[in-house]
């Protein structure tokens, strides 16, 4: 009896060092995540950390490169009547 019991305290302690270890592991996964944002002209995702951006009011916009972030001034000017 004392030697399953023993098996028993063994067993529990090594499911739970390892089950640790899992979640230590997967933390990890989550802290190297990045931030998408949709690129308003052609609908692709890119980094926020992009040197391409515009904020239009209280909005920041995220473009994929300068020439996407060329159109949607443009396009911003347009609506206003500005040329």
Avoid: H
């Avoid at 690129?39 to 995702?45: A, L």
């Avoid at 995220?62 to 159109?71: G, Q, R, T």
């Amino acid at each position: 009896m004392l030697k399953f019991l023993i098996t028993a305290i063994l067993i529990y302690l090594a499911f739970t060092l390892f089950r640790k270890k899992q979640v230590e592991s997967k933390k990890g996964e989550i802290e190297e995540s990045v931030d998408l944002e949709k690129d308003e002209i052609c609908g692709i995702y890119i980094e926020k950390t992009t040197p391409y951006k515009v904020k239009y009011y209280d909005k920041i916009y995220y473009f994929c490169s300068k020439d996407c972030m060329d159109k949607f001034i443009a396009k911003v000017k347009e609506k206003r009547g500005e040329s």
